[in-house]
């Protein structure tokens, strides 16, 4: 691979497949002491809305009405 004039690289099309990089993708660059490191924004952050998801499944608290759930998640006043 090579760098361009305008600092642009082309993914080669394996590592396109692999990683599921497809056209339109946000990519994060960051400095590690490895080298650079390549990453798509939206899996990363996809990902940490799974395992935070995960984390707390099944861990609803039955003491709270629907109405007061859907205060806690907009914001919109403090139920206890």
Aim: proline share 4%; charged share 25%.
């Amino acid at each position: 691979m090579r760098l361009t004039q305008k600092g642009q690289v082309t993914v080669p099309k394996r590592m396109r497949d692999q990683f599921g990089l497809k056209a339109g993708v946000q990519v994060a660059f960051e400095s590690t002491p490895a080298g650079l490191l390549l990453r798509p924004l939206a899996a990363q952050q996809e990902e940490s809305l799974k395992d935070g998801i995960r984390a707390i499944r099944g861990s609803a608290d039955s003491s709270l009405s629907t109405s007061d759930i859907l205060q806690m998640t907009r914001g919109t006043g403090d139920t206890r």
